[in-house]
């Protein structure tokens, strides 16, 4: 290897070229074959995909040798950071004992039940039982076809409908969408489906200016309530909400929020399911974000942090009061997908999970380095682009005012500068890597403050 410098223009030039040729020569395959998830094709085949090659801690590596700050975390999912090599023996030694059984047929594999009884220690109290799949939005298809099938054992079938929320995100499948609250994705599959229907959120920056917090927290908990009792809540099976909104705009509620669900949902019956799938392992500074909220769900789904993205994994951890009635008077459950509890994906998440417990990484994010990170994020606050700063454990949002589009030009300008950050709508998404030091948070606030200060003084378009 030639070390590169900028003394020997030569060796950086042929260097460059050979990046250059291998990005150009990627960027033409998947600009001709690959079909990629909420893209805009027409508009991004121009611009060329980014190839990222490589990632180490909290730095992603493309194919041109640009290195960023990932501020996402993959996608909210890579808890411990990249290049962890524990996983890596994990997921090998697990390939060369036995790289897949099922667990269908009154069998399972070492790593898939351990698992199961490692989340059962994890786990809120009464959390007991774990039904294993591969995404989030499996998770949540699974959780809403358990919801029918509570109600059907207990004589209650009408109870069918699941009420979420508008800005909600909880996965992409027919019932997942249906769930979502985000209304660009209903339309071009005429969802959501019967039986899915949207309440308010907690979103204050934008629905509650004017009004108290704690006093919109329960204003919009009460449309939770209207909407049960213009229902019929003989007709209602279920609540489902994210601790925190993730992708509609890391939307922290109001702390009278979640007690307020919680007391609409015991009263009229109807089961409250928990999305943790960004929430939980770490990201809201406990292990779930229904510690950090108070929320006492009956079922809780996850996936992202259960494995830090190393391998796909989720699972619906369901409490014993609905455990009790499925195993004892539900019958056999028609339900279950090929890679159900996978052994290897199933030992890369124990792995995972003793990374996080062994080195305190929950402990460490929640005393020192998120309430770093909010208080420097605090610093935009007076910046004349920046609307409101929020965020909760390691996770947050910088939601801009002004012109349409800043948020996107931000992002753009921060990627040259060296960290990648979301932009939604017209919030800057921050949740980045739990393991994420001190000083790297420092650089991650000083990088936003500067792209900032330049998108600031740039000419309006
Ligand atoms: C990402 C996400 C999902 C969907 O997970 P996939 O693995 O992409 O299917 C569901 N719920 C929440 C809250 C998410 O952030």
Not at 63 to 86: K, T
Not at 117 to 146: C, Q, W, Y
Not at 360 to 382: F, G
Not at 445 to 458: K, N, Y
Request: overall charge negative; some cysteine; aromatic content about 8%.
């Amino acid at each position: 290897m030639v070390e590169r410098s900028p003394d020997t223009p030569g060796v950086r030039e042929r260097d460059d070229t050979m990046d250059d040729r291998l990005t150009q020569s990627l960027q033409d395959l998947d600009r001709h074959h690959h079909l990629h998830p909420f893209t805009d094709a027409r508009v991004f085949n121009d611009a060329g995909v980014r190839v990222i090659t490589g990632a180490e801690g909290v730095y992603l590596t493309t194919s041109r040798g640009h290195r960023v700050l990932d501020g996402m975390a993959g996608l909210w999912c890579v808890n411990i950071g990249y290049g962890r090599p524990e996983l890596a023996r994990a997921a090998h030694d697990q390939l060369l004992s036995l790289p897949y059984y099922n667990t269908f047929f009154q069998t399972s594999t070492v790593p898939t039940t351990r698992l199961a009884g490692r989340l059962a220690e994890i786990a809120p109290e009464g959390f007991n039982h774990v039904f294993f799949a591969n995404s989030g939005s499996e998770a949540n298809d699974t959780a809403a076809k358990m919801v029918r099938w509570y109600w059907h054992t207990k004589g209650q079938p009408s109870r069918k409908t699941i009420i979420s929320r508008r800005h909600a995100y909880h996965g992409v499948t027919m019932a997942a969408a249906s769930m979502c609250g985000l209304e660009e994705m209903h339309p071009q599959f005429d969802l959501p489906l019967p039986g899915f229907i949207h309440a308010d959120c907690p979103y204050w920056y934008r629905y509650g200016r004017g009004m108290d917090p704690e006093d919109f927290g329960i204003a919009a908990a009460r449309s939770v309530e209207r909407l049960i009792t213009e229902n019929g809540p003989e007709n209602i099976g279920a609540f489902i909400g994210e601790p925190v909104m993730g992708a509609g705009g890391v939307i922290v509620p109001p702390e009278s929020y979640w007690p307020e669900i919680m007391r609409i949902c015991r009263r009229y019956d109807i089961l409250v399911i928990a999305d943790e799938v960004i929430c939980g392992f770490g990201r809201t500074g406990e292990w779930f974000g229904s510690n950090t909220f108070g929320i006492e769900p009956d079922i809780m789904t996850i996936a992202k942090g259960l494995s830090s993205g190393y391998q796909p994994i989720s699972g619906v951890l369901v409490h014993d009061r609905i455990a009790g009635v499925m195993v004892e008077e539900g019958g056999e459950f028609q339900h279950g997908f090929t890679w159900s509890g996978h052994p290897v994906a199933a030992a890369v998440a124990l792995e995972n999970i003793d990374i996080l417990q062994r080195e305190a990484i929950i402990e460490t994010c929640r005393n020192v380095t998120a309430p770093h990170m909010q208080q420097r994020l605090q610093d935009l606050v007076d910046r004349p682009l920046v609307g409101e700063v929020r965020g909760v454990g390691m996770m947050a949002a910088v939601e801009l005012r002004g012109k349409k589009g800043t948020a996107a030009m931000v992002r753009e300008e921060a990627w040259k500068r060296g960290l990648l950050v979301r932009a939604t709508g017209e919030s800057l998404i921050l949740s980045p890597p739990l393991i994420i030091t001190a000083d790297e948070v420092d650089m991650l606030a000083d990088t936003l403050l500067a792209t900032l200060d330049a998108v600031e003084s740039q000419p309006a378009a």
